[in-house]
Structure formats: C-alpha cells, structure tokens
C-alpha cells in the first residue's frame, strides 16, 4: 500500500490532501510511524522522532496513530487478495507476499486487479512488484510507487540486479554497506566480482547467502500461515526520565497490558525469553534478554536494571518490554524426542 496509515488519515479528512502529513507521535518526543508524499519531499520518514521530522517541515500536520481502524482496513484488502489466492504471507498491515503461479492469467493482470479493487473498495492506491521470487517482487514493487507495478520476468533479473545498489538486498542495511564500501561494493554487479569462497571468508553463512541474492536468486516459498516470533510494547516519555526508581510503575503497568494481550491474542504460544528495552536520551539503545516461561515482574525489573547500567545513567526516553516465543515446530520436535 501507498502510505498507508497517511493514505487513510486523508481518506477520513479530505483536508489533509495535499499537505504534509506525518502519522505517529502527537508531540515533539514521539516517532513518526509513516509521513505522505508531501512529507518525504522534506526528508520526513517513518522512525523518525518528530521533532527531527518538524525541523525538516515546521508546517507538518501530525495525526495520531489509530491503529483499530488501520487493522480494520487491512482486513478489507486482505480479502480482496483471497479472492484470488490463499497463498497469502503478510509481512505487516499494508504489505504481503502473494504466490499467483497456479492461475492461469498472468501475474501482471492479476495485479492490476486486484489493485483496482483494493481503490474501488478502500479508495486507497496499491503498488506492486511482480517476478518469480520474493526478493524480486519486493524490490520491483518500489519502482512506481505511488499507484503503479513493475513486472521482473525471469529473462530480464541479471540486468535488473546488476544495476541495483546493494542497499536494495534485505539484509544489507547501513553496518553491511560500510563493510563493502572499501572493498570497491556499490552495486549488486559489484558483488557479483567476487566468488563464494571469498565471501564465506569475510562474511560465513550470510556470504554465501548474499552471492545467491546479488544475483537474484531466492528460494524462499510464499508462507500463508507465519508464525509470531514475539510480542512487544514499549513507550516514549514526555520527559526524559533521569533515574531508575521512576522507571519501575511504567515498567509495572506496560507488564499488565503485554500479559492481558499474551491471554487474549497468544494464550497457546509458550515464552522462550522476556525483553527488556531502552532507548536513552541520546538515541543509544539496549535490550536486555533473560529465558523465562511466563511474564514474571521481578525478572523483568532484574532486566530493567542490567539495561539501565549499561547507560552510564543516562536518562530514560523509551521504555519497552517484550516476550519471544519458542517456535512451535521446535517445541513439538523437542517434545518428541524426550
């Protein structure tokens, strides 16, 4: 989807159009969750704090997050993609992966189609990506946002990877490039230079898997039923908080809201570990991790304070807590065998 928590803030305040919006915090110390068109053309971005985002566009209109209505319009499109397949893997509210290979159109149309119903249906825009693999699609569905799609066949993935820069693999993110940058790595053709002895060397598994994805090679299937790997929350004070006492009622009461969402949405799934998360008053950031089978307030204030120590007092800005869950295909395979 096009900006899709923005798209729908100006779906539901036609006076919104054509101005810069910035969906997420409400005040200075809050982070964007997305920002429109109109936004990006001043640097605005989601994950951004606001207050970076307001200097970039002082006349930026913020809205607040409601994600209830984000999730029932989610909800709308996802049943529009299952009019046309049930090999649906979503990736968050607004993208998802959709294997079409068993119809007999062509992925093109189809694509098309369901675009146009998505904006018949939700008045929202949809872009889309179309090729053999995920990786591709993926990549191939940025290229004429907003409202458009781009096709990779098969025949033309060599020069479409090789001209691509390496930013544009998943998994290569900012650490990733400044590794490759003084080894001459720009661009995927860059990457193609060197074997896969050189790479496992300098990078292990995660070289070898980059010589398949340089060259746009990904094996990973659509998956319809992804599993929740963990379940978070966090929140960003209105003020700094400078000492560790003042940390524990929030910690306290974010606890009640994850266990009342662990019984109500994730009551089956068995905890693997408990998280603790800050981030401080200069944006550094730690996560404390403990194994543990149930939300236990006395562990995660243990936690709380393993994290607050490695910021050398720093002051508070986020706070979040959190649980990761054990796989259920492990859980049956260790079951099994004892």
Known sequence: MDCFYAAIEEREDPSLRGKPVGVGGSERRGVLTTANYEARKY???SAMPVFKALALCPHLVLVPVRFDLYRAVSSQIRVIFGRFTDLIEPLSLDEAYLDVSHLQSSGAAIAREIRAQIFEETGLTASAGISTNKLIAKIASDWHKPNGQKQVTEEEIPAFMAGLPVGRIWGVGKKMREKLTPLGIETCA??????QIELSQRFGKWGIELWHLCRGVDE??????????????ETTFSENIGD??????PLRTMLDGLAEDLAKSHPDRVIRSLVVKLKFADFHRTTAERAGHRVEPAVFEDLL???W?????????LLGVGVRFEDPKESEQMEFFC
């Not at 860059?190 to 074997?195: N, R, T």
């Not at 990973?220 to 929350?233: E, I, Q, Y």
């Not at 560790?244 to 009622?249: D, F, M, R, S, W």
């Open 305 to 307: 304070t393993e994290a």
């Open 309 to 317: 120590k490695r910021g050398a007092q720093r002051a508070v800005r």
């Open 43 to 45: 640097g605005c971005r």
């Open 220 to 233: 990973r299937p659509v998956t319809p039923d992804r599993t929740r790997k963990s379940l978070s929350s």
């Open 190 to 195: 860059d990457l193609q230079k060197l074997d």
């Open 244 to 249: 560790l006492p003042a940390l524990i009622q």
